[in-house]
């Protein structure tokens, strides 16, 4: 197995992740077929100003895991100041997948949560990415409600 190494950060590394995010970003595009053109029309700086917004004066950790100095993947994750903690973003390049790397970038940021004093932890997964969510059980995140939107060609 290839030299592997995680970097953890604030806010300094969230543009070292943009590309990653990129290809999380068109692989959402392809499983939503209702929001795909919305998907692909944001920016990973529109994303990111988002994150930053949300998180506010709350903490904001990026952890990057390197193969060979390229990165093949990322989590950010924020707490924010009532507490309440969220995985924003999470990828594995699918040429690292099946290597534990996902599992590993969610239990460091399980763990930094916890180290905080974080009293709920939330994520959100697209609609029809079963996969993630199967993922996501063996941390114990379950669904708890289904948001609906209505598409921007279905307004009256």
């Not at 994303?47 to 004066?57: C, H, K, Q």
């Not at 969610?106 to 180290?115: G, K, N, Q, T, V």
């Not at 009293?119 to 996501?136: D, I, M, P, Q, S």
Request: proline share 1%.
């Amino acid at each position: 197995m290839e030299d592997i190494v995680f970097i953890a950060g604030g806010a300094e590394l969230l543009s070292d992740v943009g590309p990653l995010w990129e290809q999380l970003r068109d692989f959402h595009a392809q499983i939503s077929k209702d929001f795909s053109h919305e998907i692909r029309a944001k920016s990973f700086h529109e994303r990111g100003e988002e994150i930053l917004t949300s998180v506010g004066a709350g903490l904001l950790r990026v952890d990057i895991v390197h193969a060979k100095e390229d990165a093949v993947g990322y989590c950010i994750t924020s707490l924010r100041e009532d507490l309440t903690g969220e995985v924003e973003s999470i990828f594995v390049r699918e040429t690292h997948r099946s290597l534990g790397l996902g599992s590993q970038l969610m239990s460091r940021a399980l763990e930094w949560l916890d180290a905080l004093g974080c009293t709920k932890k939330e994520l959100w997964v697209l609609y029809g990415n079963e996969r993630a969510l199967e993922f996501y059980r063996t941390f114990a995140f379950f669904p708890r409600r289904i948001v609906l939107e209505q598409t921007a060609a279905g307004k009256r």
